[in-house]
């Protein structure tokens, strides 16, 4: 348990999805990154999705872009939280991304996080807190990361000298 997917629909969402996986391993979370499209991978979708809490897996972050289905039809397969991030794409900067993975219809639920690597980040952040509730070691590491970084934000003022 405790295991979290970082699903995205294409290698070429790698770029952003990898900010999510370098934030979960600086947090100290096991997690495991895959390639499923639902557009073009229909069936193995579905067999992740439906398999994914007796897997181990605790929450699933998607990354998907342009007519960004896979978060909502992961989410369609499991009660397991599904938190989606719209990769930024080339011809609507990921407002198509947006817009399609965070209107969901009500009853199939997805955490929408922002466009791109923002969004791509606070999917491992919010994915870390949910697991924090029920484990002390999670809750502190998020602690530290929020201590180190209001302790930059500070410091940061240095440069306007
Ligand atoms: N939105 C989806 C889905 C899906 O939702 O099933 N599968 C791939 N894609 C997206 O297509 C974009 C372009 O993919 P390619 O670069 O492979 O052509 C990617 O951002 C991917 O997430």
Do not use: C, Y
Request: net charge negative; glycine share 8%.
């Amino acid at each position: 348990m405790n295991k979290i997917a970082v699903v995205m629909g294409s290698i070429s969402d790698w770029p952003t999805m990898q900010l999510t996986t370098q934030l979960l391993e600086q947090l100290g979370l096991d997690f495991e990154p895959k390639i499923i499209s639902a557009h073009r991978m229909p069936q193995e979708l579905q067999t992740f999705s439906q398999n994914a809490k007796q897997d181990g897996f605790s929450v699933i972050i998607a990354g998907a872009g342009g007519a960004a289905h896979l978060p909502g039809m992961l989410a369609a397969n499991t009660i397991l939280p599904v938190i989606g991030v719209p990769i930024e794409s080339h011809a609507l900067k990921g407002m198509d991304s947006l817009l399609s993975i965070v209107q969901m219809p009500s009853g199939v639920p997805v955490a929408t996080t922002a466009i791109g690597k923002a969004g791509a980040k606070n999917a491992a952040l919010l994915a870390a807190e949910i697991l924090a509730i029920n484990d002390e070691q999670i809750a502190q590491n998020l602690l530290d990361f929020r201590q180190k970084q209001t302790e930059e934000a500070i410091k940061s003022a240095d440069q306007l000298k």
